[in-house]
């Protein structure tokens, strides 16, 4: 009992020296070697300030990641964007240029301790278009499916997607025969109505041969023209409908790039009509495509 005593005393009486030699010393860290394994004990939290920033940061909007920059970036804060993830970091605290000669550079590392992240989303709409490419429909779920997504199908009008959803609903109890593409370019597809257990009438379903979706496809970025085909296939007079996206990557790397440009430059937006200028990260702060 008085070894633990004697050891306890003598860890505070360690302690307290240490406090005092911190004082005098800058960057040092109070603490105790316990006799009982020579462990060492540090006490950061006793410090009136950290060594150095640890912090990581996840910020929603491309308004305030760029307002966190600001805040903290100096000259060697790099920021790293991967497009097609929709991934941006910036490391503020990267390792520092010291010198640049004609054999190479002199680098001081630094602990890349302090990050901000921003995760720019796909907005749920642009998902569920994104989502149901290449899926197969069957000729409600796709009647369904049209009414649901109509108010972002710019081409063709609304009365055209009316028409095929109304068919699709109406027409239920049908044959598909064949489908003709006609000279502008629509598929024309043929179907015998059932009536009673009795064939009944014959008709026509024109569909277009594409259709084009505007949507936004991030989070607080702009509008995009995105182009889709339309698919279908006939068994045993069962149709299948789907519609395949053209150009989906090229998509999300346009919407994505205008995000970088804003980061990099800010942009002008029309608030109350008027001219707004959202503000940009410092101009010394360097953007590169990559990850970390």
């Not at 009365?159 to 095929?164: F, N, S």
């Not at 597809?189 to 009944?200: M, V």
Request: glycine share 6%.
């Amino acid at each position: 009992m008085n070894a633990l005593n004697n050891n306890t005393e003598y860890a505070y009486a360690l302690g307290q020296t240490s406090l005092q030699e911190t004082a005098k010393t800058v960057g040092s860290v109070p603490f105790v070697v316990v006799p009982e394994g020579s462990s060492v004990h540090q006490f950061h939290e006793v410090l009136e300030r950290p060594l150095h920033l640890k912090q990581n940061v996840k910020l929603n909007t491309a308004k305030d990641f760029i307002a966190y920059v600001e805040r903290f970036a100096d000259l060697n804060t790099i920021v790293f964007v991967n497009v097609l993830a929709g991934q941006v970091k910036a490391v503020l605290d990267y390792h520092e240029v010291e010198n640049k000669h004609e054999n190479g550079t002199d680098a001081v590392p630094r602990h890349c301790h302090h990050v901000a992240n921003f995760t720019v989303e796909k907005t749920p709409e642009f998902q569920k278009i994104e989502n149901n490419s290449g899926k197969k429909f069957s000729q409600t779920e796709f009647a369904l499916f049209i009414e649901d997504v109509m108010p972002y199908i710019n081409q063709p009008d609304a009365a055209v997607l009316h028409e095929i959803v109304q068919t699709l609903n109406a027409k239920t109890n049908v044959d598909f025969k064949s489908g003709v593409r006609t000279d502008n370019g629509q598929v024309q597809l043929q179907y015998n109505e059932t009536i009673e257990a009795r064939a009944g009438v014959s008709g026509n379903l024109t569909i277009p041969e594409k259709i084009v979706f505007g949507i936004q496809v991030h989070r607080g970025g702009e509008h995009y023209a995105l182009p889709a085909r339309f698919r279908y296939r006939i068994k045993d007079g069962v149709i299948t409908f789907w519609y395949d996206l053209d150009q989906l990557e090229k998509a999300i790397e346009k919407s994505m790039e205008d995000t970088v440009e804003y980061i990099r430059n800010g942009k002008t937006i029309l608030k109350d009509d008027q001219e707004v200028l959202l503000p940009s990260v410092p101009p010394y702060v360097t953007i590169l495509e990559g990850s970390l």
